[in-house]
């Protein structure tokens, strides 16, 4: 481990991290059928001071529109996974569990009642309308209340219950009795933080005289203050604010949760807090990391600093393009790139698509187009904050707009089901101009979720992009074959209901 120096200015950089989208003004996405603004376009923008999703450069002109848009920071995307999450989702990847006491006899739970809790937090658990634990609750909780406690590292897919799992662990450890804080977690922005938060308070409503406080920007506390709540929710630099002014004592809390640990673990300044309040804990008190993603290097880093963990991972599964069927269309120009478009929807039944842009400019002008033409389109680009993206996003999700234009910012985990169309509009590339298959990975994989079949288009219109084609190609070690949108014979071969 570093030695840490004590003027290290890592609270501010935590506190940048919150900042992640930008005041808005002026924009209006407008449904044709009824002339209406959508949801996020009336809603009032996020007061803070970065820009979420811009590209850090412009152009010559310095119009941020003509800049090729980079995709959401790691912390942006656990917002807009959780904001636009209405349900818990059914996952079909299985769990593979390595126990700290390989001896000890592995069960899960089918219900609720079976975990033994107390009657009022059950009766929490039941009101907010879980009647049974999905798959990761019914493997971990098991592992979480167990007595003496025990430490765990746990992954599982967004909506499938995690929040709820190490909440419930929480509850189960307060001892209300005690007017001191027990309970610490911690997320990587503060809106993430009032969301867990929610959580809290709904299932430990039963619980009387239960005490929930904020660790969250704009909620100071005085040198000398003494916080009581018996659960801390809050974000690294504030935590550590309070900290400092010894607001509270670290050694007396028994349950230590990183949520969205790969987030807290991978960005700088979030992993030097993870390690700071880490060495103020107690040895007896229960670490949780629970996150949807563990990269190799993270989870290195979380087997460090927890000891002897439970850990409980998604069965590693290659990702496969088997299930996409993958074009391209020559285009000579925008225009004719959205008249193949219109020559798509004559013959393809879709049910809903993302078509993804280079720049902002192209996205607007490809979503005006397509409202002229009949379509009912939803449009999401960088200069919306991330609450109006999941705003918009929901609406999607829910159908109220069969088509998605985007740029960038919607390139990786986002999963709608009816997505059965991706195109394509601009193929990805780096800063240098070379193909950009990890994103061209996650643009496709948008569609063809959970099993189902899907179709990719690529528009290519120049020279450069057919040499990006071919390294697409190159790099997956796949075939992609050319689609006339002129020839309705043919499209109705390859890309038509069969």
């Known amino acids: 481990m570093s030695n840490w120096g004590e003027e290290e200015n890592w609270a501010s950089a935590a506190d940048a991290q919150e900042n992640l989208s930008a005041k808005v003004k002026g924009i209006e996405i407008v449904d044709k059928k009824d002339n209406t603004q959508t949801d996020a376009a009336a809603a009032s923008p996020t007061d803070t001071n970065a820009a979420a999703g811009d590209a850090k450069k412009e152009g010559p002109a310095?119009?941020?529109?003509?800049?090729?848009?980079?995709?959401?920071?790691?912390?942006?995307?656990?917002?807009?996974?959780?904001?636009?999450?209405?349900?818990?989702?059914?996952?079909?990847?299985?769990?593979?569990?390595?126990?700290?006491?390989?001896?000890?006899?592995?069960?899960?739970?089918?219900?609720?009642?079976?975990?033994?809790?107390?009657?009022?937090?059950?009766?929490?658990?039941?009101?907010?309308?879980?009647?049974?634990?999905?798959?990761?609750?019914?493997?971990?909780?098991?592992?979480?209340?167990?007595?003496?406690?025990?430490?765990?590292?746990?992954?599982?897919?967004?909506?499938?219950?995690?929040?709820?799992?190490?909440?419930?662990?929480?509850?189960?450890?307060?001892?209300?009795?005690k007017e001191?804080?027990?309970?610490?977690?911690?997320?990587?922005?503060?809106?993430?933080?009032?969301?867990?938060?929610?959580?809290?308070?709904?299932?430990?409503?039963?619980?009387?005289?239960?005490?929930?406080?904020?660790?969250?920007?704009?909620?100071?506390?005085?040198?000398?203050?003494?916080?009581?709540?018996?659960?801390?929710?809050?974000?690294?630099?504030?935590?550590?604010?309070?900290?400092?002014?010894?607001a509270f004592d670290p050694s007396k809390i028994e349950v230590f949760?990183?949520?969205?640990?790969?987030?807290?673990?991978?960005?700088?300044?979030?992993?030097?807090?993870?390690?700071?309040?880490?060495?103020?804990?107690?040895?007896?008190?229960?670490?949780?990391?629970?996150?949807?993603?563990?990269e190799e290097a993270?989870?290195?880093?979380?087997?460090?600093?927890?000891?002897?963990?439970?850990?409980?991972?998604?069965?590693?599964?290659?990702?496969?393009?088997?299930?996409?069927?993958?074009?391209?269309?020559?285009?000579?120009?925008?225009?004719?790139?959205?008249?193949?478009?219109?020559?798509?929807?004559s013959v393809l039944s879709v049910g809903q698509a993302i078509i993804f842009c280079a720049t902002r400019k192209t996205a607007k002008w490809l979503a005006q187009t397509m409202c002229e033409g009949g379509f009912v389109v939803a449009l999401l680009s960088g200069e919306l904050d991330v609450e109006q993206r999941a705003s918009i996003l929901r609406r999607f999700k829910a159908a109220k707009e069969r088509v998605l234009v985007t740029t960038n910012v919607c390139s990786r985990g986002i999963d709608v089901e009816q997505v059965t169309l991706v195109v394509n509009f601009d193929l990805p590339i780096d800063m240098q101009g070379r193909a950009d298959c990890e994103t061209y990975l996650h643009r496709i994989g948008r569609t063809g979720r959970f099993g189902k079949s899907g179709i990719a288009i690529n528009f290519i219109s120049q020279n450069r992009d057919e040499m990006v084609l071919r390294e697409i190609e190159k790099h997956f070690g796949i075939k992609v074959h050319n689609l006339d949108t002129n020839d309705f014979d043919d499209m109705e071969n390859k890309i038509g209901e069969k």
Request: proline letters at 4%; a positive charge; one cysteine or more.
């Open 180 to 246: 001191y804080p027990q309970c610490l977690c911690l997320s990587p922005t503060y809106e993430l933080a009032l969301q867990t938060g929610k959580v809290v308070e709904e299932m430990g409503k039963k619980l009387k005289n239960l005490s929930v406080t904020y660790a969250v920007r704009n909620n100071k506390v005085r040198r000398g203050e003494k916080i009581t709540a018996h659960i801390i929710i809050g974000t690294p630099g504030t935590t550590q604010d309070w900290i400092k002014f010894e």
């Open 298 to 345: 993270v989870m290195r880093f979380a087997r460090k600093i927890v000891t002897e963990p439970n850990i409980i991972q998604l069965r590693r599964e290659e990702e496969t393009l088997d299930n996409i069927k993958q074009y391209f269309v020559k285009c000579t120009s925008k225009e004719k790139k959205a008249d193949a478009l219109s020559n798509i929807y």
């Open 62 to 177: 310095g119009d941020k529109e003509e800049v090729e848009e980079t995709a959401l920071s790691a912390e942006q995307n656990s917002l807009m996974r959780k904001l636009i999450r209405d349900k818990l989702v059914q996952s079909s990847q299985k769990l593979e569990v390595q126990q700290r006491d390989p001896s000890s006899p592995l069960y899960s739970v089918k219900s609720f009642e079976q975990l033994n809790l107390a009657p009022e937090l059950l009766a929490g658990v039941i009101e907010m309308g879980f009647n049974r634990p999905s798959k990761i609750q019914e493997t971990a909780l098991p592992l979480l209340l167990a007595n003496p406690p025990e430490n765990m590292i746990a992954q599982s897919q967004s909506g499938t219950g995690k929040t709820a799992a190490f909440v419930l662990a929480m509850l189960s450890r307060v001892t209300v009795a």
């Open 257 to 294: 949760v990183l949520d969205e640990a790969d987030v807290m673990i991978a960005t700088q300044g979030f992993q030097d807090q993870s390690i700071r309040v880490h060495r103020k804990l107690s040895k007896n008190c229960q670490l949780l990391l629970f996150s949807a993603t563990y």
